[in-house]
């Protein structure tokens, strides 16, 4: 067999989440796994050592928005609504291209460093991020955020078209490993006719639409005064339907629960920045019971303030627990499986288990620390010990991105050294 990569001598998660030894066998060609076992193809033309590691799936950053990696500590300890208006949105005013390709790849190398294969992403000057991305190696749902507050009906309609032209023109880059996204912003931040308007695009495109929902309670007053609740308002308007993904979700009740389920719509969790902002907590375990499709995700970075998936599942898994009363609530195999399989499935790529004819998308996860000893149970241990600096080797599609916590995909020195010249810039720029 030509062009194979082996990943030999450790451990491996399985699908069901059990752990076995074995190694893992991916073709660079195709970019998926050939196999997982024992006495596989012993002469591959590259070799990662597994020895006392466990091979997990790359993990899934299913919402961020990564090249705010330049607003990383420049705002902080603030509700979301000034946090956005008083500090975020006047500096992404004096954004340059430059700037968000500096920020998205240093955002994408963090999250190759702690075993983050794919993410989804919405911000602006998208093109720099597919860039940044392509450069990497890494996978990605791509979108342009769009806002129409305060602008005219004519400058409203172009912002929104062009959400839409971008998903289309993004989805299918790098090679198929970006796919487009529709992202008008959010519930409150678009207009009616707007929304109606990026939903009309996003099923002409056969894409999904990306958007925030229902994050704080000042963005379902407006709706609840109306006498809908925002998701019902979502549904009528063809804003929910399979494949489309919700942000946040912190502050939903039964009703849209069941709207959830019923139309197949993914939520995207970020507990670390829905603590850090006092949005709330999402009510991950009544969710998952009902049957909707929960994934993870960091959120910006500047709300954050990381891009590692890690502390995020184990957030996920403390947040979620707290939010339910119940200590059984979103237990460890569950916070694996949103920030692995269940992200994969909502952002729609085949990836996201370690079994034959899925993407080969892997991370290594060293276990010799202290703090991952004893061995009592590893699925435990990747909820609530684990951390990114574990991660020993990063695959994406059978491509070795980082090897033995060296990465070969950039210069990672001259990434940060830009990436700081970049926001001392913009933010001088912004006063």
């Known amino acids: ?109 963090e999250m190759i460093r702690s075993g983050t294969t794919l993410c989804s992403d919405m911000y602006f000057r998208m093109d720099e991020v597919c860039r940044a991305v392509a450069e990497t190696g890494l996978r990605a749902r791509l979108g342009r955020g769009a806002v129409t507050v305060g602008e005219d009906e004519a400058a409203a309609r172009e912002e929104v078209a062009e959400t839409v032209r971008v998903a289309e023109a993004l989805d299918g880059r790098a090679d198929g490993r970006v796919r487009g996204a529709v992202c008008p912003h959010s519930l409150t931040t678009v207009s009616e006719a707007r929304l109606e308007q990026a939903a009309a695009g996003a099923r002409e495109a056969g894409l999904p639409l990306h958007y925030h929902a229902n994050e704080t309670p000042a963005e379902v007053e407006p709706y609840t005064q109306r006498g809908v609740r925002p998701l019902a308002f979502a549904r009528d308007r063809g804003l929910l339907q399979a494949g489309d993904l919700l942000a946040h979700c912190v502050h939903v009740d039964d009703e849209e629960i069941g709207l959830l389920a019923e139309t197949g719509a993914a939520v995207l969790h970020c507990p670390a920045a829905n603590a850090k902002l006092a949005s709330g907590i999402a009510p991950v375990a009544r969710l998952r019971d009902a049957g909707v499709r929960v994934a993870l995700g960091t959120d910006g970075p500047a709300s954050n303030n990381d891009l590692d998936s890690f502390d995020e599942l184990r957030d996920a898994a403390m947040v979620g627990k707290l939010a339910a009363e119940d200590a059984g609530a979103v237990p460890a195999a569950a916070a694996v499986e949103l920030a692995t399989a269940a992200g994969a499935d909502a952002l729609g790529f085949d990836a996201g288990r370690v079994a034959a004819g899925r993407l080969a998308d892997l991370a290594v996860v060293d276990l010799s620390d202290p703090h991952l000893v004893p061995e009592h149970d590893l699925v435990s241990h990747l909820a609530y010990a684990a951390r990114g600096s574990d991660v020993r080797h990063t695959v994406c599609g059978g491509r070795v991105l980082m090897r033995d916590r060296e990465l070969l995909v950039v210069d990672e020195a001259a990434v940060v050294r830009e990436a700081r010249e970049h926001a001392r810039a913009l933010v001088d720029r912004a006063g």
């Open 1 to 109: 067999m030509s062009d194979t990569l082996l990943v030999a001598g450790g451990r491996v998660l399985r699908p069901d989440l059990t752990v076995e030894r074995a190694d893992v066998l991916a073709s660079r060609e195709t970019g998926r796994i050939v196999d997982v076992g024992d006495d596989l193809d012993r002469s591959p033309d590259e070799r990662l050592d597994a020895t006392g590691a466990l091979v997990v799936p790359g993990l899934v950053n299913a919402h961020t928005h990564v090249a705010m990696t330049l607003l990383r500590g420049y705002a902080d300890d603030k509700p979301l609504d000034a946090w956005l208006r008083e500090d975020v949105w006047p500096v992404e005013a004096e954004l340059r291209a430059g700037d968000v390709y500096a920020g998205a790849r240093l955002g994408l190398v």
